[in-house]
């Protein structure tokens, strides 16, 4: 039944929703979601609606941080900025969420347009900047949600630190990740906290992607001795070398895992069907993104996987996109963009891909996988 019904959204999606969507303003679309998505999950009746498109197995259930997670696909940072839709989120079947990016202060985010669309390449350009309600005020409505809410559904929030010239400083923006973290780490709600180092869209670029820098964030960080796993975002358009040098750092601190990774800033490490003006500012998400992400997972898991654990983000459009990362050595994956060119069923049909995905290749549990093609 769940499958007939999966099927029949997808195809109601692709055939008169997105079309509509599409051209409509990005800016306007995304607002539109999170007003509907804000009414729906409050709504009796009409809030069950998405669970239709669930799909449960066993041999999804994990465990990951010491968390129990239902299933390993996640909503990555960058859709629920403000956290005001777990319980959507949940009710279309994600094992797992992020809120954010969260920043300590109040900021509105970039002059619009925030995102541009690419369908030729299922990608997204985006240039939000870090718009943030600010901790105090988001950590109140994250303390609000009963946290039977998370149960098996565990809630990572992202932070970053405030998009503005009072913490372009190494020292401020030291301070301004702490105090947010510090916050966070307090909430029976909160689960997994990730450091989000890597967006390249604020206020005096992405200070802490060198080696010396993270070295003297993750210290400060250290010292605060958080109770919570804490995960890193990280950049995919570094070399191999800049790369390999930040996750020396990381495996010194008192850190978990690693998410990867974040949009892609240089263009010019794709080749995009989709004309794409100079003028239009902002880095990639979606598809050409998936390809990079996924080698530098491999690459991750081969020299830190028994160290680290590593969330798989970028170009999950499919059940196969997040099986490869699952098996390059993600324990974890995570999508925005799929959403937007599959349709909110999306979710349901991963779960249910990968699950063939792994009894066709006799895996017993999804983290039997993890690795296996690495």
């Known amino acids: ?125 985006v240039h939000a900047g870090l718009p943030s309600e600010g901790t105090p005020v988001v950590s109140e409505r994250v303390k609000g949600y009963n946290e039977k809410l998370f149960s098996n559904f565990p809630l990572v929030i992202s932070v970053a630190k405030t998009n503005s010239a009072a913490t372009a400083t190494d020292e401020s923006g030291v301070k301004d990740y702490c105090k947010s973290l510090g916050v966070f780490d307090k909430l029976g709600q909160v689960s997994v906290l990730e450091i989000n180092i890597s967006c390249p869209n604020a206020f005096g670029g992405e200070p802490f992607t060198t080696a010396e820098r993270l070295e003297k964030l993750l210290t400060a960080v250290d010292e605060l001795h958080l109770k919570k796993p804490v995960t890193i975002k990280m950049p995919i358009g570094l070399s191999l070398t800049a790369f390999d040098a930040l996750l020396g750092v990381i495996v010194q601190h008192n850190v978990a895992g690693v998410a990867i990774g974040n949009l ?73 963009t799929g959403l937007i060119y599959e349709g909110p069923q999306l979710v349901g049909e991963m779960n249910a891909g990968l699950e063939k995905l792994l009894r066709k290749d006799g895996f017993s549990t999804v983290l039997d996988a993890v690795g296996s093609g690495s």
Request: positive net charge; hydrophobic residues 40%.
């Open 1 to 125: 039944m769940k499958r007939i019904v999966r099927e029949i959204s997808k195809l109601g999606y692709q055939t008169v929703i997105k079309p509509l969507m599409f051209q409509r303003e990005p800016d306007n679309v995304h607002r539109g979601l999170l007003k509907t998505a804000k009414r729906v999950q409050w709504l009796p009746g009409v809030r069950s609606l998405p669970k239709l498109w669930r799909h449960r197995s066993r041999l999804l259930h994990m465990e990951v941080f010491g968390r129990q997670f239902e299933n390993p696909i996640g909503l990555s940072a960058g859709f629920d900025k403000a956290v005001e839709l777990p319980k959507v989120m949940k009710h279309v079947g994600f094992g797992w969420m992020t809120g954010g990016s969260v920043t300590w202060g109040h900021y509105a985010g970039n002059e619009k347009p925030w995102f541009n669309r690419l369908p030729a390449d299922k990608a997204l350009v």
């Open 264 to 336: 892609l800033k240089d263009r010019h490490k794709v080749a995009l069907q989709s004309d794409l003006p100079t003028s239009v500012k902002g880095g990639l998400s979606g598809q050409p993104t998936k390809d990079i992400s996924t080698e530098l997972i491999r690459h991750t898991y081969r020299h830190y996987g028994r160290r680290l654990i590593i969330i798989g983000i970028g170009g999950v459009m499919s059940a196969l996109d997040a099986y490869e990362k699952i098996c390059a050595g993600a324990s974890l994956v995570a999508l925005i």
